[in-house]
């Protein structure tokens, strides 16, 4: 009985390990530079160097590396497979001047999310004449890389 219980108890030991490696294993971080002041949520940020980390499952992190300004921000997997195309990229929406990060990538579908709209981007969008959309995207090695027809 004392051995069936010490294996029991090694087994759920082994099993609680696996997962909390497996779990750190699949934590997002990645690293941009961003050449524009930008909005996550509805905070506003400066160009500069940001981190983009996923501290909880579904819940992304966007911090300045220099001041350490952050947000926090609800996210949901990519509606379509398409999103991921094995490129590290963050996508923005441009309304005139603005900017506002729509969704965050490692390339991979499994790290591929979209953001909600912030309360200003809703305004910018259901402006009246309505703006003009364009979807940019910031690669890992720096390029900027604007979408041909404006959807992504």
Do not use: W
Request: charged share 20%.
């Amino acid at each position: 009985m004392k051995r069936i219980l010490l294996l029991a108890a090694a087994t759920f030991a082994i099993c609680l390990m696996t997962t909390a490696s497996h779990a750190q294993a699949e934590q997002l971080k990645l690293r941009f530079h961003i050449p524009f002041p930008f909005t996550v949520e509805n905070t506003t940020f400066a160009a500069g160097e940001y981190e983009v980390t996923e501290p909880a499952h579904l819940i992304l992190e966007v911090r300045n590396v220099g001041s350490q300004a952050a947000a926090f921000e609800h996210a949901t997997p990519a509606r379509s497979v398409k999103k991921a195309d094995g490129r590290t990229k963050l996508t923005f929406h441009l309304y005139g001047t603005e900017y506002f990060l729509a969704a965050v990538s490692d390339g991979s579908y499994q790290s591929t999310y979209d953001l909600r709209l912030s309360k200003e981007e809703k305004r910018l969008a259901d402006a009246s004449p309505r703006p003009q959309l364009k979807v940019v995207s910031i690669l890992a090695n720096r390029t900027v890389q604007p979408a041909s027809d404006g959807r992504e």
